[in-house]
């Protein structure tokens, strides 16, 4: 609950994904409802998600195998991320299957590319080739949104073969920079250190979590809540160049 509710923090207060969306809002108002209906939308849908899985397990009834209890936890697959598809393609009536692919396919187009294209090209192409006309940032805009693209793809390609599940690692790998980029938001808010106390505290928020994912067995829920905390922490015992000058 803890972890969940700094990841959601994270994703829904300070990710570009998200931000976007908000931002083509006309009023601060209508951000907030945004928010708001997001975050109910997103209840209902993991609602239905845990539904669905019940239902799956109720169909394909593992519990039935023998050596169950001692066997991986998506027996009879050997992954989770199989049970859904192999339901789709082999139990599921031909014109509902493609409905279903194609919302997959739907899905699968998502917008964070862009998302990354537009924070590639404002927050680090633009601040070092500056003096060019839109066209120039178009073009390179374009070109960071398909390279975006192909490094997703082959991400893909190269998790083919986990057991682990692919939303389990999506958002444990997502909590490695969610965690310290929302501690540097709270740094905003609290109007704590500056630009160079945020650097500071998000370079230990990473460090921190990198060791924590790799010297421990916390679970990945709380590397947002390590790495932001961390991040807020560090970066407020660090005060503004100007003050430590005066």
Not at 13 to 34: F, I, P
Not at 39 to 56: A, D, N, P, T, Y
Not at 73 to 93: C, Q, Y
Request: include cysteine.
């Amino acid at each position: 609950m803890i972890g969940g509710a700094f990841l959601n923090m994270s994703t829904h207060g300070t990710d570009q994904y998200m931000v976007q969306r908000y931002l083509c809002t006309t009023s601060a108002r209508k951000a907030q409802v945004a928010l708001l209906v997001s975050g109910l939308v997103i209840l209902m849908q993991f609602i239905g998600f845990l539904f669905i899985g019940v239902l799956l397990f109720a169909y394909y009834q593992p519990s039935k195998l023998a050596g169950y209890a001692m066997g991986p936890a998506a027996a009879p697959f050997r992954s989770t991320d199989e049970v859904f598809p192999d339901f789709i393609i082999h139990h599921m009536p031909i014109g509902l299957a493609g409905l279903l692919v194609a919302a997959v396919l739907a899905a699968a187009t998502s917008p964070s590319v862009n998302s990354i294209a537009a924070t590639a090209l404002s927050d680090l192409y633009q601040p070092l080739v500056r003096a060019r006309g839109d066209a120039h940032y178009l073009r390179v805009s374009r070109l960071l949104t398909i390279a975006a693209g192909v490094a997703q793809i082959g991400v893909a390609l190269s998790l083919r073969a986990q057991t682990r599940s692919a939303v389990d690692t999506a958002l444990s790998v997502a909590s490695f920079i969610n965690g310290p980029i929302l501690g540097v938001f709270l740094l905003g808010s609290a109007k704590r250190g500056g630009p160079r106390a945020a650097l500071a505290g998000m370079a230990a928020g990473i460090a921190i979590i990198m060791a924590v994912r790799f010297g421990t067995n916390v679970a990945w829920p709380w590397y947002t809540v390590i790495g932001s905390l961390t991040t807020f922490a560090v970066g407020a015992m660090i005060p503004e160049r100007e003050h430590a000058e005066a």
